[in-house]
């Protein structure tokens, strides 16, 4: 993945031509809401949804259905916002799957947070409900549509390229999001564009939960205009936690190492969590942002060691014999060290997001 500097272009004035005539055409196509038999418009995300994860998976299915009907960006993430806030704020409780047996507690939880039992909510009837919401704000913008749909924003080269190599399935995921603060409905002077590759393995699970849920989740952390490094850092460690109970309840085996880039204003925040890796370019010349976490480097092995795992060569090095990535989100059953239990509040040690460095961009 690749971009840019900032250029002001021709698209940053035909964006708001275009904002009426994309909903004129929405509306068009969809004249009506969604009566419970109508076919859905997009696929739901899975069966069930946990609270935590309604507002990342409800945001991705209408950032897709939108760029796929080629709305203009800065509308799009407007739209979505504004429908997932008002969803948010009403009673979800008629989503509520029927009571089950709750969940085991893991053993490195140990806060009361993450003690609560988890809310299952119908992802079905939930990704209905979105719908006919995104319907009624399309029909109220159709008639005046909010300065924050219609504003400017910075303009990126973006090209991305992916190869699938002798794997069955692309288990890989990228998010481009050049709207972050629309999305989000951040409103301070701050420009934000977030980028992301997420490299999956033993299938694209976690990929794909992490390219729908590290941005949103560094979004909601209140320290993220002041700390975007601690922001991303929690995002990560808050996406694995969240990704290990749907894991555990749908029985998914798989990991993903990953790498962000948060451009705010003119600084660049990289985040990244086992051997992903970005570069940075400027004038034809590499500059190197981060060292990306291999089992092998000595502080690593250090680390996982402390955990109560090894590190051994094989074919290629290993930990516990089995994981050639240190670090990675996901990875339930598959080797992953354990952070012992502790009396004493203290960060977990897997995932650690590391912010690598910081560029002004040029």
């Not at 275009?18 to 069966?47: I, R, V």
């Not at 047996?101 to 079905?124: I, N, R």
């Not at 085996?253 to 890796?277: E, F, M, N, Y």
């Amino acid at each position: 993945m690749s971009s840019g500097a900032p250029q002001k272009s021709s698209q940053m004035a035909s964006g708001a031509e275009e904002t009426p005539g994309f909903l004129d055409m929405l509306l068009q196509d969809f004249p009506a809401p969604l009566n419970p038999e109508d076919p859905l418009p997009w696929k739901a995300p899975g069966m069930m949804l946990s609270q935590e994860e309604v507002e990342g998976e409800l945001a991705e299915l209408a950032m897709g259905f939108l760029g796929s009907r080629k709305a203009p960006p800065p509308l799009a993430a407007a739209l979505t916002h504004e429908a997932v806030s008002q969803l948010l704020q009403t009673d979800l409780s008629e989503f509520r799957k029927l009571p089950r047996e709750e969940e085991e507690e893991e053993e490195e939880d140990d806060d009361e947070e993450e003690k609560a039992p988890v809310t299952l909510l119908d992802a079905q009837s939930l990704a209905r409900s979105f719908f006919n919401r995104l319907w009624e704000v399309a029909g109220r913008w159709q008639k005046q549509v909010p300065l924050a749909a219609r504003a400017s924003q910075r303009q990126w080269l973006v090209s991305i390229h992916a190869i699938r190599n002798t794997r069955r399935k692309m288990e890989d995921r990228h998010v481009s999001l050049p709207s972050f603060n629309q999305l989000f409905g951040l409103s301070d002077p701050v420009d934000r564009a977030y980028f992301a590759v997420f490299d999956g393995h033993g299938g694209v699970d976690a990929a794909r939960y992490a390219a729908v849920h590290v941005h949103t989740n560094a979004a909601r952390q209140p320290e993220l205009p002041t700390d975007p490094a601690g922001a991303l850092r929690e995002a990560f460690r808050r996406t694995d936690q969240m990704f290990l109970r749907k894991a555990k309840r749908e029985r998914l085996q798989s990991g993903t190492t990953g790498v962000c880039a948060l451009i705010a204003g003119v600084t660049l925040h990289v985040a990244w969590l086992g051997d992903s890796q970005v570069i940075l370019v400027q004038q034809g010349q590499v500059v190197k942002l981060m060292e990306p976490h291999r089992p092998e480097r000595q502080d690593e092995k250090a680390r996982i060691e402390a955990l109560g795992g090894f590190v051994s060569h094989m074919d290629c090095w290993r930990v516990n014999g089995t994981l050639a990535v240190s670090r990675a989100i996901g990875e339930s059953q598959r080797g992953r060290p354990k952070e012992k239990v502790s009396q004493k509040p203290r960060p977990r040690v897997w995932p650690a997001a590391h912010q690598g460095f910081r560029e002004a961009v040029r």
